[in-house]
């Protein structure tokens, strides 16, 4: 064979397979445009479906589009010639190789699919996480999108949260505050532990149930710190404590001023040990 037979043959397999190409490149471009339809109507259309758990929406949608790619490349190779078996044998060595190649990615995919059948976490919700925290904006087939409280955008994959302690913020419907206040030694305690209490009942988004309660819990040659507890709706969770923060703050102040036991300032603060996330949603 000369080189110019050699060269030839390509231009003529491509005059004897115009058509099974144009067909090819049309399931191709027809496959990509279906995939992504077909993802856009699963995540606009399946949380409006009634019982159909919103959570879903995002890992079915990229599910989908995934698989519809993988059909058209297949359906094309099958239009240029290729037999379907030789397609399905090279996919199962590839998929094998793949599967060895990439064990993370699968366990992602293992990972997301337990995220959304155990709903330790759903779309909306506030959590913490494998270092991470924000409102959970999608559970994806590979990794979990979050919004932190500052706005900022936050990806972690799935096997990650999926190994680590979860705290998720939103999902009890009642949440407890605690205010700690750090007063002079010498003021009076049972008087300081009814200031609080009525500052607590004053507020409606209080909870009469579990009660409020005030209990000292340390002191020191100068000061006692004094600890107010009251439980809220979760979803009023924050801005309840700001207000019952300032409003211990004014009452307390107000009383050494009155009784001139102690001129200084008095420190009212969040207890740290319970994180407030900046924004609170339910499931």
Known sequence: MTISEFLLLPVNWLADNTLSILAACAVLLAGWYLARLAARAITRFLPLAYGVDKNFAPLLSQAARYGILV?????ALNLLGVASTSILTVLGAAGLAIALAL???LA???????????RPIAIGEFIQGDGVAGVVVEIGLFGTRLRSSS????????????????????????RRIDVNVSVPDSIDIGKSRKILLR???ADQRVLPEPAPNVHV????DAATNIRLRAWVPTAQYLETLYA?????????????????ADKSSITVTP??????????SGS
Request: aromatic share 8%; proline share 5%.
């Open 71 to 75: 059909f058209a490349l297949v359906t």
């Open 199 to 201: 500052v607590a009942g």
């Open 244 to 260: 019952l923060t300032e409003a211990a703050k004014i009452a307390l102040n107000r009383e050494l001023s009155a009784s001139e």
């Open 217 to 220: 819990d340390s002191f020191s």
């Open 271 to 280: 207890d740290p040990a319970n994180p407030s996330p900046d924004v609170q």
């Open 108 to 118: 992602n995919i293992a990972a997301g699919i337990m995220l959304i059948w155990l």
């Open 151 to 174: 706005g900022l955008y936050i990806f972690t994959p799935n096997q990650r949260l999926w190994a680590s302690a979860i705290t998720n913020h939103s999902r009890e419907l009642q």
């Open 103 to 105: 064990q993370n990615t």
